[in-house]
């Protein structure tokens, strides 16, 4: 996450919106270790990663709906 504080700094100043995704839990063969973030921005621009593929489709789907509506999700 330290890697991502500038550029989620200058958004935050820039008054842009986002959400940050962060894996919690892995079981068999995880792409990315828990602990591993990926900042969503409200335009749909993302710094890090989570996972690969279609996963990480999902979970910036899933931060534009938290950004939607307010509310954090597990």
Request: aromatic share 0%; glycine share 4%; proline share 10%.
């Given at each position: 996450m330290r890697e991502f504080?500038?550029?989620i700094e200058s958004w935050r100043k820039?008054?842009?919106r986002f959400a940050i995704a962060t894996v919690i839990r892995t079981w068999g063969s995880?792409?990315?270790p828990a602990g591993?973030?990926?900042v969503?921005?409200?335009d749909m621009q993302v710094a890090g990663s989570v996972s690969g593929g279609c996963i990480e489709g999902e979970v910036i789907e899933a931060a534009q709906a938290?950004?939607?509506v307010g509310t954090?999700?597990?």
């Open positions: 504080l500038k550029e820039a008054g842009r995880a792409p990315r591993s973030v990926m969503i921005r409200e938290v950004l939607d954090p999700k597990v």
